[in-house]
């Protein structure tokens, strides 16, 4: 509703008073014109009851001449059209439109009292009062007296427009009263109406008269209920806001902190990659070089000790490297993008290749398997599951090693299947814990953190992996990646 | 005023020789500079090695400063071999300052470290370095490394002279 509560009640009011007015008005002019019609027709009435008695000594006396007088002075006024004296059977005795003498016109009988018929007379409609002229009970002749019905005279008169003026003033002041009234009314609504508007939550403002807030009856309840509850709103806002400004600190702090953290660990990291290994490329180093340059001088349990020593530092760069890995893993930034891992097993598996051309390993690969996530996390994965393959496998005589997808809705699925050693599915709840194995050392090298690693990285990217084994014929990974946008 | 060790330069000290085709080894280790020396004699590459202990000491003998002062300034090395990790200066600002300077900047520097943070890496390679090996651990791989890069950097690769 673009028009406002005034503006409505206004229309509405006007049209109410105005349609009232009208009714009043066709009333009054109704009224009016009843009334001049009775007074029409009882003038009419007492003019033919004149005519009569008036000449009654006339018919006695049949003096036509003054018959004729007094035909003629019964109707002075405009609207009259005629008056005659008729016998009963209808034969004009004398006539005011003098053609019509001697004629024979309706005959009316012997009249008791008055009668009133309408007639025509050159075309316009007359009304016809009769009355009897009457001695006793003899009866002489019937007076008319007719005057037009169509005459336009009550409004030469004039009342119609008084009236309809009158009518007009009347609304016009009653419309100009009731305005002012309704005015004082819907004021109050349209201010509060206003200052509702003007409230704006976000610039703090709001703003109700007092007057509004000190007036009786709904407006003031309403201004007064509306002004607590802004209140409330905007203290529950600041409070709001304040609370957030706490959180947000909150957040802020604990973020830096983390950050702060995980550099020290990056640190920690780094200073573990040089410093450890410095010592350990020197205890690995030197003490194969005693073995190179004395080694004729040492006996066979002496040569023993040193090539423990030196197969000691051999495993101690690997688990540092394992470890590192592991600590990266959880520390890097993902970058997600989709990854073709069919090729990341060819390359893996070209390069176990190589380093061991002598091994008989037949490989299926399936193509085009494209998975969504971090590539430099899931190369880890795959070199890891891959290289496990690879070393559980190692004892067979020709090792079987297949990579595949499988077909699943929701993720990407892909499994790495060996037909190796493989280990008793009891055990697996220990398969993806640090630093625990499930083959001895002399059997399969190895340092237990391959499959951890593994396992942190699909925690990381969401995913899921599973596995299924039987001692002696092999074991299946299986690993699932959500899809993008997941 | 020692101008490069005794045993490397096999007796070497005088300050107006030139020294041809020669390596400067900046490396802070001990145990690797022995390792070092012993792969390069292993290996038959017989050119002379200076060795500096840290980067403070790299840029006074690249430059010709401080105790290096005498050194003969149009004599630089053939190659150097960088560690990263060594005290007062860094691998990488020594790499820095030698690439900024006018008469050392086109002397190939190979950063020869135990750090694998790709940090590291991408530093070296953008500061100028022309070559990176990660040191193995095992003394087999050291030396074959040693080798190769004797084998490409003193014979193979041309460069020009001094």
Request: aromatic letters at 8%; glycine letters at 6%.
């Given at each position: 509703m673009s028009l406002g509560l005034?503006?409505?009640?206004?229309?509405?009011?006007?049209?109410?008073?105005s349609l009232a007015m009208l009714i009043l008005g066709a009333v009054l002019i109704i009224d009016a014109e009843q009334r001049f019609k009775t007074s029409q027709l009882k003038h009419a009435n007492s003019q033919s009851r004149t005519l009569a008695e008036a000449s009654l000594d006339a018919l006695?006396?049949?003096?036509?001449?003054?018959?004729?007088?007094?035909?003629?002075?019964?109707?002075?006024?405009k609207y009259y059209a005629y008056a005659y004296l008729a016998k009963s059977n209808g034969q004009v005795l004398t006539h005011s439109d003098n053609i019509m003498v001697a004629r024979y016109l309706d005959a009316m009988g012997e009249l008791e009292n008055y009668k009133v018929r309408e007639n025509t007379y050159h075309n316009r409609p007359v009304m016809e009062v009769f009355y009897p002229a009457r001695i006793g009970d003899t009866h002489l002749a019937n007076a008319v007296v007719a005057y037009y019905l169509d005459e336009e005279t009550f409004f030469d008169g004039g009342i119609a427009i008084k009236i309809t003026l009158l009518i007009l003033l009347s609304l016009l002041s009653l419309l100009g009263v009731t305005l002012?009234?309704?005015?004082?009314?819907?004021?109050?609504?349209?201010?509060?109406?206003?200052?509702?508007?003007?409230?704006?939550?976000?610039?703090?403002?709001?703003?109700?008269?007092?007057?509004?807030?000190?007036?009786?009856?709904?407006?003031?309840?309403?201004?007064?209920?509306?002004?607590?509850?802004?209140?409330?709103?905007?203290?529950?806002?600041?409070?709001?806001?304040?609370?957030?400004?706490?959180?947000?600190?909150?957040?802020?702090?604990?973020?830096?902190?983390?950050?702060?953290?995980?550099?020290?660990?990056?640190?920690?990291?780094?200073?573990?990659?040089?410093?450890?290994?410095?010592?350990?490329?020197?205890?690995?180093?030197?003490?194969?070089?005693?073995?190179?340059?004395?080694?004729?001088?040492?006996?066979?349990?002496?040569?023993?000790?040193?090539?423990?020593?030196?197969?000691?530092?051999?495993?101690?760069?690997?688990?540092?490297?394992?470890?590192l890995q592991l600590s990266r893993v959880s520390r890097q930034e993902l970058e997600?993008?989709?990854?073709?891992?069919?090729?990341?097993?060819?390359?893996?598996?070209?390069?176990?290749?190589?380093?061991?051309?002598?091994?008989?390993?037949?490989?299926?690969?399936?193509?085009?398997?494209?998975?969504?996530?971090?590539?430099?996390?899931?190369?880890?994965?795959?070199?890891?599951?891959?290289?496990?393959?690879?070393?559980?496998?190692?004892?067979?005589?020709?090792?079987?090693?297949?990579?595949?997808?499988?077909?699943?809705?929701?993720?990407?699925?892909?499994?790495?299947?060996?037909?190796?050693?493989?280990?008793?599915?009891?055990h697996i709840s220990k398969l993806f814990e640090e630093f625990k194995r499930l083959h001895g050392e002399a059997e399969f090298p190895g340092t237990g953190v391959g499959l951890a690693t593994v396992g942190r990285v699909i925690s990381r990217l969401k995913g899921k992996i599973w596995v299924d084994a039987e001692v002696g014929k092999g074991a299946t990974f299986y690993v699932t990646l959500p899809k993008a946008g997941l | 005023m020692l101008l490069c060790q005794k045993r490397a330069c096999n007796g070497y000290q005088n300050a107006g020789e030139k020294m041809k085709h020669f390596i400067l080894l900046?490396?802070?280790?001990?145990?690797?500079?022995?390792?070092?020396?012993?792969?390069?004699?292993?290996?038959?590459?017989?050119?002379?090695?200076?060795?500096?202990?840290?980067?403070?000491?790299?840029l006074d003998f690249l430059f010709c400063?401080?105790?290096?002062?005498?050194?003969?300034?149009?004599?630089?090395?053939?190659?150097?071999?960088?560690?990263?990790?060594?005290?007062?200066?860094d691998g990488l600002e020594v790499l820095r300052q030698l690439r900024a300077n006018e008469s050392t900047s086109i002397i190939p520097a190979i950063i020869i470290t135990t750090s694998d943070e790709q940090s590291d890496l991408i530093s070296g390679y953008k500061l100028g370095a022309n070559s990176y090996v990660r040191k193995p651990i095992e003394f087999d791989a050291f030396m074959d490394a040693i080798k190769q890069l004797g084998m490409y950097w003193l014979v193979l690769n041309q460069h020009p002279d001094n």
């Open positions: 005034f503006a409505r009640l206004g229309i509405t009011l006007s049209l109410v008073l006695v006396t049949a003096d036509y001449e003054l018959l004729e007088r007094w035909v003629v002075s019964v109707i002075p006024e002012v009234i309704i005015r004082k009314f819907t004021d109050p609504i349209s201010r509060l109406t206003g200052s509702i508007r003007d409230t704006s939550i976000d610039n703090k403002h709001f703003h109700i008269d007092d007057k509004l807030l000190n007036s009786w009856g709904e407006v003031g309840v309403l201004s007064r209920a509306f002004e607590s509850m802004i209140k409330r709103l905007f203290d529950a806002f600041k409070e709001l806001s304040h609370k957030e400004e706490e959180l947000k600190k909150k957040v802020e702090e604990r973020t830096s902190e983390l950050a702060g953290a995980n550099k020290e660990l990056q640190a920690f990291c780094s200073a573990v990659s040089h410093d450890l290994r410095s010592p350990l490329r020197a205890i690995s180093s030197f003490s194969q070089i005693v073995v190179e340059e004395y080694g004729d001088k040492f006996d066979d349990e002496g040569m023993d000790y040193l090539n423990r020593i030196h197969n000691s530092a051999t495993k101690m760069e690997v688990l540092i490297n394992d470890m997600l993008e989709e990854v073709d891992l069919s090729l990341i097993a060819e390359e893996i598996l070209q390069r176990l290749t190589y380093l061991e051309p002598d091994r008989k390993v037949e490989l299926n690969i399936e193509n085009g398997i494209v998975c969504y996530g971090d590539r430099g996390l899931l190369i880890i994965v795959m070199e890891n599951i891959i290289g496990n393959a690879w070393k559980y496998s190692s004892k067979k005589d020709v090792a079987k090693i297949q990579f595949g997808q499988k077909q699943q809705k929701d993720g990407c699925t892909f499994y790495i299947k060996d037909n190796g050693a493989g280990f008793d599915m009891k | 900046v490396e802070d280790n001990p145990d690797d500079e022995a390792l070092t020396l012993r792969a390069f004699k292993k290996n038959n590459i017989l050119n002379e090695i200076a060795v500096v202990r840290d980067g403070q000491e790299a400063e401080g105790a290096y002062a005498e050194r003969d300034k149009k004599s630089n090395p053939q190659i150097i071999l960088l560690d990263i990790n060594l005290p007062k200066l």
